[in-house]
C-alpha cells in the first residue's frame, strides 16, 4: 500500500516512502521476521536516493538466504546478487 501513496518533494520523498515500508514489514504477519534495512545511496542513473534492503528467501521450497533492493514508490525489486551496480555508494541505516 505504501507504493499508492503521493509523492511530494520535501514532504513524503524516497526517504519516507522507505520508512513506510519498513513498518508495513515490521507489522505484517509472516513478513516481520525477515531482514530488513534503510538503504541511502548514490545510484548511478538515479542519484541520491532512499529504497529498502530485504535479505528473503526466494520462495517455500528454495531457503536460499537472498538479498533485495525494493522501490517501495514503484514495488520494483531487484535480486542484489544479480544485478550491477558500478559506482554505487550506499549507507546502511539498520532500524
Known sequence: QINKLTYIIEVLDCDDFASGLHVHLSTEPGWSDIA?????????????????????????????????????QSDQVWEVATETFEGLAIWLVIM
Do not use: R
Open 36 to 72: 530488513e534495512a534503510l538503504v541511502w545511496g548514490n545510484f548511478p542513473g538515479i542519484g541520491a536516493h532512499a529504497w529498502n534492503l530485504i535479505i528473503a528467501y526466494p520462495s517455500e521450497t528454495d531457503k536460499t538466504p537472498t538479498v533485495y533492493f525494493v522501490e517501495p
